[in-house]
């Protein structure tokens, strides 16, 4: 359900697609006042609850504005939905979680930054909800919970990662899928033999994006397990095991489109639809900005294995929503919760959205289309799953990924001075 946060999770994570930007970044909150009036997590009793979300590309608007619809005709509450474009969202987030009035429902996702946010009483305690969830599975639940053992999330939706490219490019330039890093550069050859870049990025406001690159780097040469210690702090940026995903990389970087450092990961994506670039490793909330008729050409491939003895993980960010502690309706609050949690309302997000998506209640149904068919696949069979930098590590250490990755696509001959900056920006985060 995601437009992308830095993840990101932010990515965004996310994550608008056509609107990402439009806003300024100046502060919202007259804009999102919530429905409390009363005592911090009070119950405002038939105030509407407002949901503040970061699903500004239009489909995805679309999808949630029918979803509050929904919800306000079944007679157990009222909602109302607050859209701000994704990266405003994100540096908001913080303001809107701590302002006097806030918003009472997010849209966002689970691990360490809702973790995070709850161990300083920010959200919700959402576990009677949960009680009424006991078809989703025991890893939802976990990602859902926070260190003192309180669920904070509600999951509603999960997507991929991969190579995006459109068949009718592939099958004119003569290429296949690459299984392997030797292969994936063959490719690379052979499309820019063309005349197209092979690798699209969006750099521009979208930094980020560049984080999808080192996190299966890493996790392709060094493994989920020391990807999420080193997320954590209990590895060293300045490592050799990291160096050696930058000496990967740069065999990869002669093949990126030069213009992708000045655009958003927006225009990356038109860039891949109009044939200007051959590929693009992003998630599926990309094709929230691609035409429908454009979604039957599109095809992906898992980013291409390194080391065969490294047992394969795969990029699966999980998306959902938060409330605030504040809240002056938490029953309304809930009854929302429980909603979007929901079978009905999952399906009906899939349909009115571009439908690359997960739904996460396991029995509802996702998109029928070969695309999610190989999606769901590709997770179903990785050995670990990693959300994405900044929601397997924290908000907080995604500013020293975004300064050192693109500095080292500028100046890839400066390895081992940007790990250095790196290791030292991260050990002000992880010092607080």
Known sequence: MTDFDPGRRRLLGHLGLAGLGVLGAGPLL???????????????????????????????????????????KQGKGTASVNTIASETFRTQLPTYLTSANPPDLYTWYAGSVANDYASKGLLLDVSDVWQGLGEYPQSLRTLSTDASGKQVFVPMTNYWWGFFYRKSNFAKWGVQEPKTWAEFLSVCQTIQSKGVPPIGIGLGDTPWVASAWFDYLNIRINGAQFHRELLAGKQRFDDPKVKAVFLRWREALPFFDPKGKAYPFQEATTALLAGKTGMFLIGTFFADAAPKDALGD?????????????????????????????????????????????????????????????????????????????????????????????????????????TALTKFIDKPDQIDAILREWQAGAEKVFKG
Do not use: W
């Open 298 to 402: 599109l095809d992906f491939f898992r980013f291409p294995i390194i080391d065969p003895a490294v047992p394969v993980a795969e990029e699966a960010p999980t998306d959902g929503f938060f409330a605030s502690a504040k809240t002056g309706n938490a029953t309304g609050t809930k009854a929302l919760l429980s909603y979007l949690a929901s079978v009905e309302a999952q399906e009906e997000y899939v349909r009115s959205s571009s439908g690359i998506v997960l739904p996460a209640h396991p029995k509802a149904k996702a998109a029928d289309s070969p695309l999610v068919s190989k999606g769901k696949a590709m997770l179903e069979s990785a050995a670990e799953l990693t959300q994405f930098f900044n929601r397997d590590s924290s908000d907080a250490l995604q500013p020293t990924a975004d």
């Open 30 to 72: 007259t804009a999102c006042a919530s429905s409390a009036s009363g005592p911090a997590g009070g119950d405002g009793g038939s105030k509407a609850v407002t949901l503040q979300s970061n699903l500004s590309s239009p489909q995805a608007k679309t999808a949630i504005e029918k979803l509050i619809d929904s919800f306000n």
